[in-house]
């Protein structure tokens, strides 16, 4: 049999065509924050690393009071009880002190200790990235050559040698944290920056006579909040790890104040006798710089336009 044969003229219809329906969007209408969203949404990384920092966080303000027990309060009946005795569901220390109470109360500590920094990091990073980029030129050349000057320095030296000069504390550690973190975020920001001062909603406004800030800030920097907010995440595990480093040294919280790294420090000191004692905060911290280690990967593709499907 013949193809032909096969094929007759009532298997042929014309189309029916609409002018009217020629602009019509037949897709949903969706904004870049709302796809961003929906991208964060399908990453199960981000989402359990999310849910933890969450739970952290609830856990650090109501830990605390799930007990009787103050953080501070010594009771030597009852030192060195292993985990999960009767109430003392993470066991007490050397000083009968509840773990439980003072692991969720150090997390509380280390969690704003890391946000100070990174909003110190911000807001410091985004202005002083953000001029350098903007201006460009002499301007961006001098504050340049200052930076890689700061950027030489190990951050760590300069960090001991604040908290050496400054007695310990909360805002202490934290400005310490921030004399040199802000540092990637201003490379980050000044290369976004430089990047997008040239495109044309810029030169539209310049022309238009929008002053030099209304640029910058209803413009440039919310173009550049992706960047800003991965490298954030990135950011306050690093400064957690600092503060815990810092304790874990000496150089941290006095007691009787805790925070992880003092708790890391006081249960390796038992480490061989009394391994619960060191397991618990560095579960703690472990599980939260992984968590957001997750949110930041997260973020980074959901922000990233070329990751778009």
Do not use: C
Not at 48 to 68: A, D, E, T, W
Not at 163 to 171: M, N, T
Request: aromatic residues 12%; neutral net charge.
């Amino acid at each position: 049999m013949n193809t032909s044969e096969k094929l007759s003229p009532d298997l042929f219809k014309p189309a029916q065509l609409d002018s009217s329906e020629g602009e019509q969007i037949r897709k949903e209408s969706v904004s870049y924050w709302q796809d961003v969203i929906r991208r964060f949404r399908t990453n199960i990384g981000a989402i359990v690393g999310l849910s933890i920092i969450i739970l952290f966080i609830v856990m650090s303000f109501v830990g605390p009071y799930m007990n009787s027990y103050d953080i501070s309060t010594q009771n030597y009946d009852i030192q060195n009880l292993e985990s999960f005795s009767g109430d003392h569901y993470f066991g007490t220390d050397k000083f009968g002190r509840d773990l439980w109470t003072r692991a969720w109360y150090g997390a509380k500590i280390s969690l704003l200790i890391a946000f100070l920094a990174a909003f110190l990091d911000v807001t410091i990073g985004v202005t002083y990235g953000g001029v350098s980029g903007y201006y460009g030129g002499r301007v961006d050349n001098i504050m340049q050559r200052f930076l890689e000057i700061l950027y030489s320095i190990p951050n760590l030296i300069i960090i001991i040698l604040m908290l050496l000069v400054f007695e310990p504390g909360i805002i202490p550690i934290a400005l310490a944290l921030s004399i040199t973190g802000w540092v990637p975020m201003a490379r980050i920001v000044r290369a976004q920056m430089m990047k997008l001062k040239s495109q044309e909603y810029v030169l539209a406004a310049r022309t238009l006579g929008a002053s030099t800030y209304r640029i910058m800030t209803k413009h440039l920097i919310p173009n550049v909040m992706g960047p800003i907010i991965v490298a954030v995440t990135f950011a306050i595990p690093s400064a957690i790890f600092f503060e815990a480093f810092l304790s874990f040294i000496g150089l941290g919280l006095r007691p009787p104040g805790a925070s992880l790294g003092v708790l890391l420090n006081d249960g390796n000191k038992l480490l061989q006798i009394y391994p619960y004692q060191l397991f618990w905060p560095a579960l703690i911290i472990s599980l939260i710089m992984l968590s957001f280690n997750l949110l930041g990967d997260g973020l980074r593709d959901a922000l990233d336009p070329k990751m778009r499907k």
